[in-house]
């Protein structure tokens, strides 16, 4: 995983990158919270391990900035503070974790091996409502974590509608992508009744159909 380290005693900085790193993290590491902005601003991260208390702007006063724009990273707080109040607001905001120090690093490194494993599960596998989902990497559709029998052409709706989840899939759009192998030219009366029959086949109804213009699948609310 590549990891922004945000630590203000040296000492302990140069220890937890050394430690990540040699377990086979690609690690970034800081000891101020206006430098650790700056480099948020510019690069993508898979995950935060962030000091509470540091120098200038504080690990919980950055969870909150990349909250109000938005920006969801997974974050592991590591602290000496065991303030209940900070340490709820921290997870009201989208805290993965919280070590109190002082700790093991071995015990760092799990906590985050297991973050990655469920980041990895959720790359591939989406929640479409609250009964169905969808892994992309075997293109399988489950009810209730039961897989689902539908044509190869389903499938490909399914796996295209989640791409694209929040935006509207205008019928050019189902013909470039879905429809791509056809040799012909596919209507929009064709592709509307294949999706229809597989709205049909759902026990939960979750692909939105936008009236004149296409089909979505709405982003799920938090």
Avoid at 29 to 44: A, F, Q, T
Avoid at 124 to 145: G, I, R
Avoid at 159 to 185: A, I
Wanted: glycine share 4%.
């Amino acid at each position: 995983m590549k990891i922004l380290l945000l630590e203000d005693d040296i000492l302990l900085n140069e220890s937890i990158a050394k430690y990540l790193t040699t377990i086979g993290h690609v690690i970034t590491s800081v000891r101020d919270g206006n430098v650790c902005l700056e480099i948020l601003e510019k690069e993508k991260f898979d995950l935060l391990v962030f000091d509470i208390n540091v120098p200038n702007i504080d690990g919980l006063s950055i969870l909150e900035k990349l909250h109000a724009q938005k920006k969801i990273i997974p974050i592991i707080f590591i602290s000496t503070l065991i303030d209940i109040e900070d340490i709820s607001r921290a997870f009201e905001l989208g805290c993965y974790d919280y070590l109190k120090k002082p700790f093991h690093l071995k015990e760092l490194g799990i906590r985050i091996d297991r973050i990655s494993k469920t980041a990895k599960k959720e790359m591939h596998h989406k929640v479409l409502s609250p009964a169905y989902s969808f892994d992309c990497e075997t293109m399988t559709l489950y009810f209730n974590k039961e897989p689902q029998v539908l044509s190869k052409r389903q499938l490909q709706i399914i796996e295209f509608l989640t791409h694209n989840r929040g935006f509207v899939c205008s019928y050019d759009m189902f013909r470039e992508s879905v429809w791509s192998d056809c040799d012909m030219f596919v209507d929009d009366a064709t592709i509307r009744t294949e999706i229809n029959r597989l709205k049909n086949h759902l026990k939960e109804d979750f692909i939105v159909n936008v009236r004149g213009i296409g089909y979505m699948i709405k982003t799920p609310c938090h």
